[in-house]
């Protein structure tokens, strides 16, 4: 299996953009879709991109993803930062076995 | 609206089997396309994929737990269960089960249930 490995925290101002990274570390990152969640205190996760780029319905567009083959690794960036973005955001991919795979997540604070 | 819930015991023993179902609502589990998984999170900590069933009946568990764990579907009550032995407190954690879509996004998630392991 490989791994997942994202910055434990980040942190920015309401209005600015931030990019959380997600590096896997073996195998291309463009062989599986990258997901990324979002989990608030108390609740459970829910989807914010998926399929590397993709937003769900009723997803703003100031959230968006991308992968990077060049360092292996996924991003998601949060634009026009709003104190209601603050919270726990994982990445997640699957390997060749069908496992399920998710990075050790990061704190997003808007401050 | 599809739903999925979590029950079972709040408090395990230490050695003793961690029986959780999930029942699932607004949908069937027999549905093709879809796996059915239970993932986990240690308070304060982050989330860690347990195993997963697909729809046809095919199993796929987490090499650092699968000597410990079993999860099985029961198609009549639209419900899979997990079941993780030989507990210890470093199992204490919030248990969710979830649906996953294909080879893409986890899209809908139980509102978890804390599994206490203390004597």
């Known amino acids: 299996n490989f791994m997942l490995t994202q910055p434990h925290s980040v942190s920015e101002s309401p209005g600015k953009t931030v990019t959380i990274s997600c590096t896997r570390s073996s195998g291309s990152i463009a062989s599986n879709y990258v997901q990324w969640y979002q989990q608030r205190p108390g609740s459970s996760p829910t989807t914010v991109i998926y399929?590397?780029?993709?937003?769900p319905s009723g997803v703003p567009d100031r959230f968006s993803g991308s992968i990077d083959s060049s360092s292996n690794s996924a991003s998601l960036t949060i634009s026009g930062l709003k104190t209601e973005d603050e919270a726990d955001y994982y990445c997640?991919?699957?390997?060749?076995?069908?496992?399920?795979?998710f990075g050790g997540g990061t704190k997003l604070t808007v401050l | 609206q599809l739903q999925l819930q979590e029950s079972g015991p709040g408090l395990v023993k230490p050695s003793e089997t961690l029986s959780l179902t999930c029942t699932v609502s607004g949908g069937s589990i027999s549905s093709s396309s879809y796996y059915w998984g239970w993932i986990r999170q240690p308070p304060g900590k982050g989330l860690e994929w347990i195993g997963s069933i697909y729809y046809s009946g095919s199993t796929y568990y987490n090499p650092s737990l699968k000597s410990r764990v079993t999860i099985s579907v029961d198609t009549s009550k639209n419900q899979f269960s997990l079941k993780l032995s030989s507990v210890t407190a470093a199992d204490t954690a919030v248990y969710y089960c979830?649906?996953?879509?294909?080879?893409?996004?986890?899209?809908?998630w139980g509102q978890g249930t804390l599994v206490t392991v203390s004597s």
């Open positions: 979830a649906r996953r879509v294909g080879a893409t996004t986890i899209d809908y």
């Open positions: 997640q991919s699957y390997d060749s076995s069908n496992d399920w795979v």
């Open positions: 399929e590397d780029n993709q937003r």
